[in-house]
């Protein structure tokens, strides 16, 4: 294990399963429809690849970029696009995947930023969920697993741009987040 890392949360093969689970319950409910999978940069690229290989509907990739004013981990409330949809969603069916849900304020953003763009449907899937963080409602369709309100990485996820390429998601050392 990487020294920097206190235990795995959630291994691998829970990951895997769990996204074959997702993947098939989404093929089902976008039966006879082809999906516009938006994938926020860059926590989701890893989930949403995998989650992509098990869609047995047609689906078109976009991406969108975003960013939190202030320099703070935990989310300031203030979100600035960083990189904008290429495809036009007026018209089509949106799944936008995120890496995870924590007080819900990018995601709350993002889905008014792509509804007021009036796609045909705009449904959200989550690899992880933070529910005791929200500070603001927000809908998510397809999760892949609610968490306790720890620190995780690995899996897409990064602390200072490190640790993406895990392939657990991990809980990071409390030191090492603290810069000890
Ligand atoms: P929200 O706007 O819901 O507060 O924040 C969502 C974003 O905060 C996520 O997309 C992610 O970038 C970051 N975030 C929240 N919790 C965690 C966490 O436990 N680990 C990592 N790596 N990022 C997190």
Redesign the pocket.
Same mark, same amino acid.
């Given at each position: 294990m990487h020294p920097d890392i206190e235990r795995v949360l959630i291994a691998r093969y829970e990951i895997q399963d769990r996204v074959k689970i997702l993947g098939a319950e989404i093929s089902k409910n976008y039966s006879g429809r082809e999906i516009l999978a938006v994938g926020?940069l860059k926590?989701s690229v890893v989930f949403l690849a995998d989650l992509l290989r098990v869609l047995t509907v047609p689906v078109e990739l976009d991406f969108i970029a975003v960013s939190s004013y202030g320099a703070s981990s935990t989310?300031s409330g203030v979100v600035r696009i960083i990189k904008d949809l290429d495809r036009v969603v007026t018209g089509r069916e949106v799944l936008l995947v *995120?890496?995870? !849900?924590?007080?819900? @304020?990018?995601?709350k953003y993002l889905a008014e930023h792509i509804r007021a763009q009036k796609p045909a449907g705009f449904k959200v899937c989550a690899l992880l969920d933070?529910p005791s963080r929200r500070s603001v409602p927000v809908e998510i369709n397809y999760l892949g697993f609610a968490i306790e309100d *720890?620190?995780? !990485?690995g899996y897409g @996820?990064?602390?200072a741009g490190r640790y993406r390429n895990l392939p657990d998601v991990c809980v990071l050392r409390r030191d090492v987040r603290e810069g000890k």
């Amino acid at each position: 294990m990487h020294p920097d890392i206190e235990r795995v949360l959630i291994a691998r093969y829970e990951i895997q399963d769990r996204v074959k689970i997702l993947g098939a319950e989404i093929s089902k409910n976008y039966s006879g429809r082809e999906i516009l999978a938006v994938g926020v940069l860059k926590g989701s690229v890893v989930f949403l690849a995998d989650l992509l290989r098990v869609l047995t509907v047609p689906v078109e990739l976009d991406f969108i970029a975003v960013s939190s004013y202030g320099a703070s981990s935990t989310s300031s409330g203030v979100v600035r696009i960083i990189k904008d949809l290429d495809r036009v969603v007026t018209g089509r069916e949106v799944l936008l995947v *995120e890496d995870i !849900v924590d007080t819900g @304020l990018t995601l709350k953003y993002l889905a008014e930023h792509i509804r007021a763009q009036k796609p045909a449907g705009f449904k959200v899937c989550a690899l992880l969920d933070k529910p005791s963080r929200r500070s603001v409602p927000v809908e998510i369709n397809y999760l892949g697993f609610a968490i306790e309100d *720890e620190f995780v !990485v690995g899996y897409g @996820l990064d602390y200072a741009g490190r640790y993406r390429n895990l392939p657990d998601v991990c809980v990071l050392r409390r030191d090492v987040r603290e810069g000890k």
